[in-house]
């Protein structure tokens, strides 16, 4: 079972440059998310997604784009990379039953920009 | 809105019983949770605890909740070396998972 698939696992950035994070995930499941993890802050939600075609902002969505045109994927676009975008990016899928979110996390890309 | 925190590090001894805490503000998640981050890598459920249960055990793992002060807690008998990872607390909020920082579990020879 592949669950959630991240590409790629690590990244080196201009800034300025835009890029494109792919997050994949075969488990039909219908929420996904894109965190970004600083140390000592935890995950922050940027973006995420209740259905394909549905998509709406987390805690810090500023610069960051996406969009779900399938259930199965869920890209995240930086749209002009900033130094303060350098992180560790998780893409999660998770689904809901009995009021039960099980989430599965992607194995991360770490992005340097400078 | 909701806030949950833990502390950032725990060092114990490899042998010892690990206590991670986690303390939070909203009271209306019907499901807390533990997950588990080993380095370099995603992190994964450990365990979970339904909201009117107090205490859940699984092997070494305990999880105890008191609602009352808003405290959930992950015990670790018998710590390993494999052990060593950072431990997030959440909580579950209109299907979403609002997330602590992380414990970062450091294992002392």
């Known amino acids: 079972n592949a669950g959630v698939t991240q590409t790629p696992k690590f990244q080196v950035l201009k800034t300025g440059q835009s890029m494109t994070l792919q997050c994949a995930q075969d488990?039909?499941?219908?929420?996904m998310s894109w965190y970004r993890q600083d140390p000592g802050m935890g995950l922050r939600l940027i973006h995420y997604?209740?259905?394909?075609?549905?998509?709406d902002q987390g805690e810090v969505p500023n610069g960051y784009n996406v969009s779900r045109s399938t259930t199965e994927d869920f890209p995240l676009r930086l749209l002009s990379a900033a130094p303060s975008q350098t992180s560790v990016y998780f893409c999660?899928?998770?689904?809901?039953?009995?009021?039960?979110?099980?989430?599965?996390f992607g194995q991360g890309t770490r992005l340097t920009v400078v | 809105g909701e806030d949950v925190e833990q502390s950032l590090f725990l060092s114990v001894r490899e042998g010892d019983s690990s206590v991670i805490n986690c303390t939070y503000t909203?009271?209306?998640?019907?499901?807390l949770y533990w997950y588990k981050q080993e380095p370099g890598a995603g992190l994964q459920l450990l365990t979970y605890?339904?909201?009117n249960m107090d205490m859940k055990q699984d092997q070494r793992l305990t999880v105890l909740l008191n609602k009352k002060d808003k405290h959930l807690s992950l015990r670790i008998a018998d710590t390993q070396t494999g052990d060593s990872a950072i431990y997030f607390c959440?909580?579950?909020?209109?299907?979403?998972?609002?997330w602590g920082a992380g414990t970062k579990l450091i294992i002392k020879p």
């Open positions: 999660a899928s998770s689904y809901v039953t009995g009021g039960n979110t099980e989430a599965f």
């Open positions: 488990m039909n499941h219908e929420y």
């Open positions: 997604s209740v259905g394909a075609g549905i998509t």
């Open positions: 909203d009271s209306s998640s019907t499901y």
């Open positions: 605890i339904f909201s």
């Open positions: 959440a909580l579950d909020s209109n299907y979403q998972l609002i």
